[in-house]
């Protein structure tokens, strides 16, 4: 069978003029070398993680010796950098940032998508004027205002943090607005005679019908609090035991840290890309759900 399959598809490919041919042929090879410039990064820092010279200057690509010593070194010593710890802080606010943002970015856009009252496209307008301003502009804001709350020390550090990272998830809602824009309202209606609240719409019709922006949104939030690193050090300041990975990474660049330090940096790049990469394997089947299947009986 797959010969078969094979043969028509050579035999389709010698039907093409030789002009698109040539056209197809060039554009593989543009995306190859764009896919290579994209990859020799992540795959030069995968090295790294295994070389087993210090330093970070390294005079060839491939190290000239490997070791596990990197990703030890990371949990097991803990006189500089408490890697688990930070680990286990950003996993924290992670997790419960995704949870709070994609709520919130769903009740709004559902809000803004099905609702209609007076102060809706006044309301819109206001959440595009300030989503349009950058975040680190109301971070000192921030800090004062959970300086004075007393959640800049202790645990109550994580807690500010995750208010801060799902707090104004909301403004972002556009997406997620434009997805419930397409699901048709007769729908909702249909739920509504029989007998279904806006919240049971929302949940038994809508959100089983936008599980792909539902899990972008998941994704999305998830990630964050692993890249964010103006927010996390302001809020920390010399709290260590509550640093995010983005803040004790980067003090591994420091001058006095970064000769002993820099592969292990690799090695923590390469482990806090393994949650938000196990997240979306888990979750990447959803992105080709649609309509399908979705309202059934």
């Known amino acids: 069978m ?15 003029p030789l002009r698109k041919r040539v056209l197809i042929v060039l554009a593989h090879a543009v995306l190859a070398i764009f896919a290579f410039f994209w990859l020799a990064p992540i795959f030069w820092v995968i090295l790294t993680s295994f070389r087993a010279t210090k330093g970070s200057y390294s005079s060839t690509f491939f190290p000239t010796s490997y070791s596990l010593d990197n990703y030890v070194k990371l949990f097991t010593d803990f006189s500089v950098f408490n890697f688990p710890q930070m680990l286990l802080n950003t996993l924290i606010v992670a997790a419960a940032t995704c949870l709070l943002s994609t709520f919130f970015v769903v009740s709004v856009a559902y809000t803004l998508s099905r609702l209609r009252f007076r102060s809706r496209k006044p309301l819109m307008n206001v959440a595009m004027i300030i989503n349009l301003f ?16 007393g ?35 007769a729908l909702d ?23 792909p922006i539902i899990v972008f949104t998941l994704l999305n939030s998830f990630a964050g609090p692993f890249k964010d690193f103006m ?56 992105y080709s759900i649609g309509y399908g299947g979705s309202v059934k009986g």
């Open 2 to 16: 797959s010969v078969q399959v094979s043969a028509v598809k050579t035999s389709a490919w010698k039907k093409k």
């Open 151 to 185: 959640w800049t020390n202790g645990p109550l550090l994580r807690l500010a943090m995750i208010a801060v990272y799902s707090g104004g998830a909301g403004l972002g809602y556009h997406i997620a607005k434009g997805f419930f824009d397409t699901i048709p309202i």
């Open 134 to 149: 950058p975040g680190f502009m109301s971070m000192i804001a921030n800090y004062y205002i959970f300086k004075m709350l």
């Open 189 to 211: 209606e249909a739920a509504m005679l029989d007998g279904c609240t806006k919240w049971q719409v929302l949940r038994k019709i809508i959100m089983p019908l936008s599980k």
């Open 231 to 286: 927010l996390a050090k302001i809020l920390c300041g010399p709290n260590k035991d509550y640093y995010t990975v983005a803040v004790g990474m980067y003090q591994m660049l420091e001058r006095e840290y970064i000769d002993q330090w820099f592969c292990s940096f690799a090695a923590a790049a390469v482990i806090i890309s393994i949650p938000v990469a196990s997240l979306f394997l888990m979750t990447q089947k959803y």
